[in-house]
C-alpha cells in the first residue's frame, strides 16, 4: 500500500517530539520527516527519507543536480501535494528562492508587506527592510535595484513574517562572488538575532561549512551523510577542521577533490556578474 502524504503544520513556533525530551529550546524539534518520498513518474527522488531540525539551527542541505534538494524544500514549505510520509512544520514559514521574485509593479515597501495581515504589517515590513539595510528604498521599483539589493528584499519580505522555519532555495546562487560574500555575513547575523530554524539548500560546499551549524548530504533520494559543524566563529577556510570537513563532504558528493583542484572551483555553479 502506498504511503498517505501527511503535512501538518504546527499552531506553535515548535512542535516536541516525544515526552522524553526536554522544554530547552536547543532540544525543540521545529521540522520533523518521517519516511518522506516523492516519485515523478518512475524517478523516485525522494524515497522514505527522515530528518529533524530544532529550533534556532541552521541546516544546510547538499546533494548532486536533481537530486532532490528543492523537491524537500517545497514539501517542507507546502508547495508540493504530491509528497508521501509525513512531514511536522511550523504554520509561520517563509522561502526565498534563487529568483528575488518581486512584482515588477510593486514598490519595494509593498513587496515586503504582500500578503501580511494587520494594521502593523507596514511598520514589520519597514523594521524588516531596515535589517537589511535598504529602509532607504522603500519607495524604488524592483528594476532599480541591484541582484544583491533585490535578494535581500527577498530575505525582508520573509522576515516580515516573522518564520520559526525560513527555507532558502540557492538564495545566492546567481550573485556575483563578493556580493556572496556579502550576503553571508548579512544572513548570519539575521539569524543570529532572530534564531529561525533555516533549511538552506545550496551546491557551494564553502558556502554550507560558512553558514550551517550542520551540514547534511543527500544521496539516493535518503540523508547519507550528516554531520555537525564544529569549528570556531568566526569560520576561515585556512582552518584544519574546515578542510576536514569540505573533504568529507566532497567525498560523500562523489567529487575527486585532487581532480577538481586543477579544473574549476569546486561548485556546480559559475557566479553570474
Known amino acids: 500500500m502506498a504511503r498517505q502524504p501527511v503535512i501538518d503544520r504546527a499552531s506553535n513556533s515548535s512542535w516536541i517530539a516525544g515526552p522524553s525530551r526536554s522544554q530547552d ?14 516519485t515523478f513518474g518512475r524517478r523516485v527522488v525522494l524515497d522514505g527519507l527522515d530528518l529533524e531540525i530544532r ?25 508540493d501535494d504530491g509528497i ?19 512584482l ?12 501580511l495581515r494587520g494594521a502593523d504589517a507596514h511598520r514589520r515590513g519597514r523594521a524588516a527592510l531596515d535589517e537589511v539595510e535598504l529602509l532607504a528604498h522603500e519607495r524604488d521599483w524592483p528594476k532599480t535595484l541591484s541582484g544583491g539589493e533585490a535578494q535581500r528584499v527577498a530575505l525582508a519580505r520573509a522576515l516580515a513574517r516573522e518564520p520559526a522555519l525560513l527555507l532558502l532555495d ?11 560574500i556579502r550576503m553571508h555575513a548579512l544572513l548570519a547575523g539575521l539569524c543570529a ?12 560546499v564553502d558556502e554550507a561549512i560558512l553558514l550551517a551549524d550542520r551540514v547534511a548530504v543527500l544521496t539516493d533520494g535518503r540523508i ?24 568529507r563532504l566532497l567525498a560523500e ?12 572551483p569546486i561548485t556546480t555553479h559559475q557566479p553570474l556578474h
Open 104 to 115: 515588477p509593479w510593486a514598490r519595494v515597501l509593498d513587496n515586503v508587506v504582500l500578503g
Open 253 to 264: 558528493l562523489g567529487v575527486d577533490e585532487d581532480i577538481e583542484a586543477h579544473r574549476t
Open 170 to 180: 540557492e538564495p545566492f546562487g546567481a550573485l556575483d562572488a563578493l556580493t556572496r
Open 55 to 79: 529550533e534556532g539551527e541552521f541546516l544546510a542541505l547538499l546533494g548532486r543536480s536533481g537530486s532532490g534538494k528543492s523537491t524537500l524544500l517545497r514539501a517542507f514549505a507546502g508547495l
Open 84 to 102: 508521501e510520509g509525513r512531514a511536522v512544520v511550523p504554520a509561520r514559514r517563509a522561502v526565498v528562492f534563487q529568483d528575488a521574485r518581486l
Open 193 to 204: 538575532r532572530h534564531r529561525p530554524a533555516v533549511l538552506l539548500v545550496t551546491h557551494d
Open 224 to 247: 547519507s551523510l550528516d554531520a555537525t559543524v564544529e569549528i570556531d566563529e568566526p569560520r576561515r577556510r585556512a582552518d584544519r577542521r574546515f578542510a576536514a570537513l569540505r573533504s
Open 25 to 38: 529550546a536547543s532540544d525543540a524539534v521545529v521540522v520533523r520527516a518521517e519516511g518522506v518520498g516523492r
